[in-house]
């Protein structure tokens, strides 16, 4: 499944920022960004589970904001974008 993961972290303290930059690596280490917050993240079931999971214990719920969305289909058929597109194609190959 694909999901799009997008949050907003509170910055205002030390605290704030390293929780922030932990969501951010967590993210990382299931997707690509495609904006400053937000990711892409291609998943099985098991690391949808485990990515909700690891995210929900880094946040704050009275702090911090977290969504994450399901997205169904091919990425043409729920994607429009206008201008810079960072996305890369996992499933194409990769040349290196």
Request: glycine letters at 4%; one cysteine or more; hydrophobic letters at 25%.
């Given at each position: 499944m694909t999901i799009l993961v997008c949050y907003?972290?509170?910055?205002?303290?030390?605290?704030g920022r390293s929780r922030l930059h932990k969501v951010a690596q967590t993210c990382?280490?299931?997707?690509?960004?495609?904006?400053?917050?937000v990711f892409e993240c291609v998943l099985?079931?098991?690391?949808?589970?485990?990515?909700?999971?690891?995210?929900k214990k880094i946040i704050k719920p009275n702090e911090d904001s977290l969504r994450i969305y399901k997205l169904h289909g091919s990425r043409e058929t729920y994607l429009q974008t206008f201008g810079l597109d960072h996305h890369t194609d996992f499933e194409d190959a990769l040349i290196m």
């Open positions: 907003d972290v509170n910055t205002e303290d030390k605290a990382k280490n299931y997707g690509q960004r495609v904006q400053l917050s099985d079931d098991a690391q949808y589970e485990a990515i909700c999971h690891k995210l």
